[in-house]
């Protein structure tokens, strides 16, 4: 079930199930160590998913332990060189390969596999090294060993490092990586493809591609969701039984629980008295203190509500009113006129405390305008998901955190990022609302400080209880991913 369940794009719930079904394994018995080092396997492989390298490091040594058989040692030790990859390990990556490149190998596709890790290793260790031919060279013998699989595989690995040098070439591959995708009814990897096709197309044809990629995208997340709820049935059946055995034994042993209850009863009346009376004391003490807390605590409060209006009126404003400027030819004098007019009073409201006046507009066309007031001639802006039913019942206080975070991001990505493309993915899921940011800039670097802007972000994040990651680990430009509660 763990591994079905990993193979549907289900790794937290794969996780739960294979950590269940180390319950019912006997490491000691020689004949469960099939099912063990499988087991631990599947956990390094779902952890490594999830960006939990330490983790997946950790479970494919565990399988390791369990007698595995030469090929199975050498696919394990392969994918934690790719868990020391992902952490950015290089070193001890390309010491796991090219421990088990002296070894001769009977599996051609497992070679493959290695050869190519340890090029890709290489390369993101050094962008001055070129792992073309190597990655040819697996590529070849994906092609005599027909494997589909692997030669999508390669094709994503050509596409990225000719992505710079040579982005025809790179167009190539990803489409060659598109075809054979869809020819093994593979949706991840038809979706990656289209993401790199997106990127090397002209602006006319991205269109057309970036529409097909929604749809994938969409019947995606459907068929994850219907994968969550395929075992539903046995653990439903699973845990009847082991509650009706559980209520059969509580029979048994009814008297004895009602004995022991009024003790423990009658124990804890005079307990809890005397703990009350000693915690009356020092509530009042404590309260005394508690209340000028609260008075100093409501101060700084304050003083970062008016910090973060500033940001967000002043600031955020008026550069969006430039944004407009700079790429409309044609924009009204007398309309940016009345726009800075509007950040004027707006600011002025501030030292007031005068409540902003609501607008009639729908919060998904709020949206809608303001990403794409920052397309130009040399940005294209891409919005998916943004419907009504997205924003029914969020509050409109977590509506305007929301959108100042939009319009920070935007703003933080045309001053620094240098990108051109810049895409935004809305989802709901039940009570939580998912955003994905991408951009093809220069990403962001690992000791990166936050500035103004984003700090604002972050905190804004904390404000609406919602979480915020920025992955670094993209090898080209900059994804964050952002979820908070509905209510």
């Known amino acids: ?5 990993e193979q549907f794009g289900d790794n937290y719930g794969s996780q739960e199930t294979s950590l269940e079904a180390i319950k019912y394994l006997n490491e000691n018995n020689p004949a469960n160590y099939e099912y063990v080092k499988s087991n631990y396997n599947n956990l390094g492989i779902t952890s490594y998913n999830l960006k939990e390298s330490d983790n997946a490091i950790r479970f494919y040594n565990l399988a390791i332990k369990f007698n595995p058989s030469p090929d199975e040692k050498t696919t394990f030790i392969n994918n934690k060189g790719n868990a020391y990859r992902q952490k950015k390990d290089y070193k001890n990556a390309l010491q796991m390969y090219a421990s088990i490149l002296k070894f001769p190998f009977k599996d051609k596709k497992l070679l493959a596999r290695v050869i190519t890790n340890q090029a890709r290793t290489k390369w993101l260790q050094n962008p001055a090294y070129d792992p073309i031919q190597e990655f040819n060279k697996g590529l070849d013998i994906r092609v005599k060993e027909h494997d589909l699989y692997g030669q999508v595989s390669s094709h994503s690995h050509l596409a990225d490092t000719y992505q710079e040098r040579d982005p025809q070439k790179a167009l190539f591959h990803a489409k060659k990586m598109y075809e054979l995708a869809k020819e093994i009814k593979n949706p991840n990897d038809e979706i990656e ?40 049935l046995i653990r439903y059946e699973t845990e009847k039984n082991k509650a009706e055995n559980l209520l059969l034994q509580k029979g048994i042993a009814q008297k004895e629980y009602q004995i022991t209850k009024q003790n423990i009863l009658i124990g804890g009346i005079s307990l809890g008295t005397i703990i009350l009376i000693i915690s009356a004391f020092f509530w009042y003490k404590k309260r005394k203190q508690t209340m000028l807390l609260e008075s100093d605590n409501k101060l700084k409060e304050q003083q970062l509500k008016v910090s973060k209006k500033v940001h967000d009126v002043v600031a955020n404003g008026i550069y969006q009113v430039m944004t407009k400027i700079e790429n409309q030819e044609n924009f009204d004098k007398e309309k ?9 009073e707006k600011s002025r409201d501030i030292s007031y405390e005068k409540p902003e006046t609501k607008t009639i507009v729908e919060f998904d066309e709020k949206i809608s305008g303001l990403i794409g007031s920052f397309k130009n001639d040399e940005i294209n802006t891409f919005l998916a998901g943004n419907e009504k039913n997205i924003w029914s019942g969020i509050n409109e206080s977590v509506k305007d955190n ?52 984003l700090r604002n972000t972050v905190s804004r994040i904390e404000t609406i209880a919602g979480e915020i990651i920025f992955d670094n680990t993209t090898e080209k430009g900059l994804k964050i991913y952002i979820t908070f509660p509905t209510s």
């Open 1 to 5: 079930m763990a591994i079905i369940q």
């Open 193 to 232: 493809a289209l993401q790199k096709i997106i990127l090397l197309e002209s602006p006319e044809k991205s269109k057309s591609f970036f529409k097909v990629y929604q749809r994938r995208n969409d019947s995606i997340d459907i068929a994850r969701k219907k994968a969550k709820n395929q075992f539903a």
């Open 336 to 344: 940016a006129l009345d726009e800075l007019e509007f950040v004027y």
């Open 402 to 453: 929301i959108y100042q975070i939009i319009r920070e991001l935007l703003v933080n990505m045309k001053k620094h990022s240098h990108a051109n493309l810049v895409a935004f993915k809305f989802e709901r899921n039940n009570n939580t609302v998912k955003i994905q940011y991408t951009d093809n800039g220069i990403g962001v670097p690992e000791n990166f400080l936050y500035k103004n802007g």
